[in-house]
């Protein structure tokens, strides 16, 4: 499914119902980036960025976190990032949409705790995917030197999710960037991430 179409997920939730299929691993991994600066941007890309990355993830969770409930069993994973810890200027959109990703999930874990079900928020940092190109953020940023690889990224996700752990950071990087920007001004913390994706 193009999950930047509206009301997308429910098409996906209904596709189950319809064939008995009773969901109890929900991975929302699909997302999307892009770089420069707002006032510049493709509003579509904005649009459809909020579409992926907030909308259809809210969307499927609402619509299979109740069956889990009823069933004592399930477990949602959801991809957040590093851009989470901080306002990321050249790339506003898809900051705030990760941290409304770790927000939101990290809210939802506590209201289902004691019910069977989890929600785990993975942070990734630079991870080497298509995620550069799709972000139109070139081929040779700075940030993503020293890129993570996919499969060490998905397999902390996946051992986060069977430890029902809310929160995971992967790999040094993003263990220590969520050290510092807990102890550092957000003034301090959005001019770095602004240099950080200038360079
Ligand atoms: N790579 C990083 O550095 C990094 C760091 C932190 C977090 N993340 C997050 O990790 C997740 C996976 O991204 P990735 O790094 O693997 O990048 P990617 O290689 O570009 O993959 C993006 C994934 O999202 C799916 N997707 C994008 N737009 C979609 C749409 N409109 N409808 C349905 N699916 C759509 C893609 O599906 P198709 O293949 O079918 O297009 C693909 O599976 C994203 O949520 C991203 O924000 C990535």
Same mark, same amino acid.
């Given at each position: 499914?193009?999950?930047?179409?509206?009301d997308a997920?429910?098409?996906? @939730?209904?596709?189950t119902?319809?064939?008995?299929?009773?969901?109890?691993?929900?991975?929302?991994? *699909?997302?999307?980036?892009?770089?420069?600066?707002?006032a510049?941007?493709?509003? %579509? %890309?904005?649009? /459809?960025?909020?579409?992926?990355? +907030?909308? *259809?993830?809210?969307?499927?969770?609402?619509?299979?976190?109740?069956?889990?409930? /009823?069933?004592?069993?399930?477990? +949602?994973?959801?991809?957040?990032?590093?851009a =989470?810890?901080?306002?990321?200027?050249?790339?506003? +959109?898809?900051y705030a949409?990760? =941290?409304?990703?770790?927000? @939101?999930?990290?809210?939802?874990a506590e209201?289902?705790?004691?019910?069977?079900?989890?929600?785990?928020?993975?942070c990734?940092?630079?991870?080497?995917?298509?995620?550069? *190109?799709a972000?139109?953020?070139?081929?040779?940023?700075?940030m @993503?030197?020293? =890129?993570?690889?996919?499969e060490?990224?998905a397999?902390?996700?996946?051992? *986060?999710?069977?430890? %029902?752990?809310?929160?995971?950071?992967?790999?040094?990087?993003?263990?220590?960037?969520? @050290?510092?920007?807990?102890?550092?001004?957000?003034?301090?913390?959005?001019k770095?991430? %602004?240099?950080?994706? /200038? =360079?």
């Open positions: 499914m193009d999950l930047s179409v509206p997920a429910l098409k996906v @939730f209904d596709f119902q319809d064939h008995d299929l009773k969901i109890d691993v929900l991975i929302n991994n *699909a997302g999307f980036g892009d770089s420069g600066a707002f510049q941007s493709d509003w %579509k %890309k904005q649009y /459809e960025m909020v579409q992926v990355n +907030i909308t *259809a993830l809210m969307q499927l969770t609402h619509c299979f976190l109740p069956g889990m409930i /009823e069933r004592k069993n399930g477990k +949602i994973l959801n991809l957040s990032s590093v =989470a810890f901080c306002a990321g200027p050249g790339m506003s +959109i898809y949409s990760k =941290a409304f990703v770790r927000s @939101f999930s990290e809210a939802v209201e289902v705790k004691g019910t069977g079900v989890t929600v785990t928020a993975l990734p940092g630079p991870t080497a995917t298509g995620f550069e *190109a972000a139109a953020m070139g081929n040779d940023s700075r @993503f030197k020293k =890129a993570a690889k996919a060490d990224v397999k902390a996700g996946l051992r *986060a999710m069977r430890k %029902k752990k809310v929160l995971c950071y992967q790999g040094g990087f993003t263990k220590l960037m969520s @050290f510092l920007c807990r102890l550092a001004p957000r003034s301090v913390t959005r770095y991430a %602004k240099k950080t994706n /200038e =360079a």
